[in-house]
């Protein structure tokens, strides 16, 4: 028994130990094997959603799902901490248990004990290892341990960085599209204001975010689950939106940036697929159609009447179509998986950007 618990002790260190490897320092792969975190995030998630899912949408759902995110990063923190601390006292108790107590009997408490304050650097000395053996193990505890802690410490201002960037994007998209942005509310407001030629800037600033939110949420899956500070913008609606804009602007738009356009919708576009890999997402068809043939025609006209010149050839539609096919059931499937809602096309009549909002009235 002894020999199985040593065996299991040292599997469990070195599997938190290269999850944590994997999840803080390895770059990133879109596919990966089973991994403590992932099962973490599976258990903890379905919970939290099926909970979320009983409240009626709006801010108080948006509240409750905004814990999740940082809540998590801290039970996968103390996860990793707890395995290790037990993994070592399984080491400890199968090599004999050699450590001298001068209060109580050894046993495998005492075990745990010596591991915790070990792993913590509390160095309070009351119970000491009695042969080389032990002592080579609390070493290496209290070596791993003040690694461990150190590396928490450089990970959380990197992960943190890394959302604060994701979110000044998305808190500027406000006055460009409206929230929830709206890929007629951009192009409507470009048109009105003669900003066309600045859709080009706008495209490629979005291609660039679009990259960078690739790489942090490979790098730092965790991130896709910390919402926006306001309940109607989400790095996904403004994904789905600048995917629709590109969409509509391949398709209709005379004047557009088309080269811009291309490389932001097939960056966006990368960006859905991979994010619904990690997550490990099959793309979903929607349910209902998310532009249907009245809100199309009314946006149409409300792009005209702004000065916008759309196509109007039997063959736009059909060109919307299949660029909408190519991302739409991936966005679908990753709003079902987070339970964050996708914007629609056209803004809601009367609505108010979030800049134009306050509580004092």
Known sequence: MRLLALL???????????????????????????????????????????????LPAGHR??????????LLLIVLLATWAAGLVFGFALVHWGLGSQLSDP????????????????????GLG???????????????????GFGFLALVVGYLPVFYNAFAQRETRITMLDEWAGSPPTAAGLLWRLARDKSVPAMAA????????CAELLESHLSYPVLA???SQHGNQSWLAGLTMVLDTCAFVLAAVEEAPRREAWLTFAMARHTAVDLCQVFETPPTLLPADRLPAADLTRMRTMLREAGLSVHEDADMEQRLAESRRMYEPYVHALSIRLLVPL?????????RDNW???PWR
């Open 202 to 209: 706008f495209l490629r600033e979005w291609e660039q975010w």
């Open 103 to 122: 209060e109580w009997p050894v046993s495998f408490a005492t075990d745990l004990y010596i591991s915790g304050t070990t792993f913590f650097t509390l």
């Open 126 to 144: 009351d119970v000491a290892p009695r042969s080389w053996a032990a002592r080579f193990v609390t070493v290496a505890e209290a070596g791993i």
């Open 343 to 351: 914007p629609g096309w056209i803004p809601v009549p009367g609505a």
């Open 356 to 358: 134009q909002r306050s």
């Open 8 to 54: 299991a002790g040292v599997s469990i260190i070195l599997v938190i130990l290269w999850d944590g490897f994997e999840a803080v320092v390895l770059p990133r792969r879109v596919a990966r094997r089973l991994r403590l975190v992932r099962l973490v995030v599976r258990a903890t998630w379905r919970f939290w959603a099926a909970v979320g899912r009983r």
């Open 225 to 227: 689950y910390f919402r």
């Open 61 to 70: 759902r948006e509240t409750y799902l905004s814990y999740y995110g940082p």
